[in-house]
T-cell receptor, first 116, second 116 residues
Framework: AQTVTQSQPEMSVQEAETVTLSCTYDTSESDYYLFWYKQPPSRQMILVIRQEAYKQQNATENRFSVNFQKAAKSFSLKISDSQLGDAAMYFCAYRSRGYGTDKLIFGTGTRLQVFP | KAGVTQTPRYLIKTRGQQVTLSCSPISGHRSVSWYQQTPGQGLQFLFEYFSETQRNKGNFPGRFSGRQFSNSRSEMNVSTLELGDSALYLC???????????????FGDGTRLSIL
């Protein structure tokens, strides 16, 4: 069975600075997808960024980028130029590819605080 | 395009009662998944429906059930409510490719269920 681990329950960053959130996962599958979701106090889970395991190039979405290390089974999220609106819970999620399901397996989350 | 709509937003029930939660997916999405979010257990997968059929199920007791209608709208039902069922219930919709694309799941705002 696949598992996702987020070892940082809480992180904090100064506005305009850079912060990295860690995520590791365990799987015997060779092809899969990885996602980072953000959940602000409003509760809605919002997709931040996605990565296909078969792509070696790290995904980037504006100020958000990932460091995907397939061999190490690591998928960290880097937030550059942090903004107050980035404060939220961040969840790393795994999805198998080609097994007939869209089911996501989530980590326990990292609460990010952003200070002015 | 309207997002995923969950109703009601809040619900208070007492032990032993039954509850039904509703989820309307994004137009064109054929897959609906349900997740339970609690502080202790995090985000746990309940079940997934595609074309009115349950195609994946998490490790929850039979008191938790669901269904999907021909318009892709989904309901989940919890019978004989227990205190431990207090949680945020999130619904997510996707195109339903069964893990064969990088298209993410889109989440609703959730239903906060409190059991007294």
């Amino acid at each position: 069975a696949q598992t996702v681990t987020q070892s940082q329950p809480e992180m904090s960053v100064q506005e305009a600075e850079t912060v990295t959130l860690s995520c590791t996962y365990d799987t015997s599958e060779s092809d899969y997808y990885l996602f980072w979701y953000k959940q602000p106090p409003s509760r809605q889970m919002i997709l931040v960024i996605r990565q296909e395991a078969y792509k070696q190039q790290n995904a980037t979405e504006n100020r958000f980028s990932v460091n995907f290390q397939k061999a190490a089974k690591s998928f960290s999220l880097k937030i550059s130029d942090s903004q107050l609106g980035d404060a939220a819970m961040y969840f790393c999620a795994y999805r198998s590819r080609g097994y007939g399901t869209d089911k996501l397996i989530f980590g326990t989350g990292t609460r990010l605080q952003v200070f002015p | 395009k309207a997002g995923v709509t969950q109703t009601p937003r809040y619900l208070i029930k007492t032990r032993g009662q039954q509850v039904t939660l509703s989820c309307s997916p994004i137009s064109g999405h054929r897959s609906v998944s349900w997740y339970q979010q609690t502080p202790g257990q995090g985000l746990q997968f309940l079940f997934e429906y595609f074309s009115e059929t349950q195609r994946n199920k998490g490790n929850f007791p039979g008191r938790f059930s669901g269904r999907q209608f021909s318009n892709s709208r989904s309901e989940m039902n919890v019978s004989t409510l227990e205190l431990g069922d207090s949680a945020l219930y999130l619904c997510a919709s996707s195109q339903g490719t069964g893990g064969n694309s990088n298209q993410p799941q889109h989440f609703g705002d959730g239903t906060r269920l409190s059991i007294l």
